[in-house]
């Protein structure tokens, strides 16, 4: 996958797991970090039980992505703790 798809499924795998975890997003460059790793580690996670993990641009990716973005952002939150706004 090029930088770019990377970047993107990024944003939209942060932004939906921001928005499961905490229902307000964590702003659009710490989503998109947050999107990445979560893909990233949503990748291991799958690959590490024996499923596809990030395969491309594509549905199975974004829910693998999704996935691993919910397990860092709330990893993220245990260690960074929750602000009041």
């Known amino acids: 996958m090029s930088v ?14 921001s928005k499961l975890v905490n229902k307000s997003g964590e702003g659009v460059i ?15 996670l799958f690959s590490f039980f024996g499923a596809a993990g990030v395969t491309g641009f594509n549905i199975w990716s974004l829910i693998v992505a999704v996935i691993g973005s919910v397990v860092v952002l709330w990893i993220y939150h245990m ?6 706004v």
Not at 4 to 17: E, K
């Open 4 to 17: 770019i798809a990377w970047i993107i499924l990024g944003l939209i795998a942060g932004f939906i797991g």
């Open 30 to 44: 710490l989503d998109i970090v947050l999107g990445i790793v979560g893909a990233i580690v949503g990748g291991f």
């Open 79 to 84: 260690i960074a703790g929750t602000r009041s």
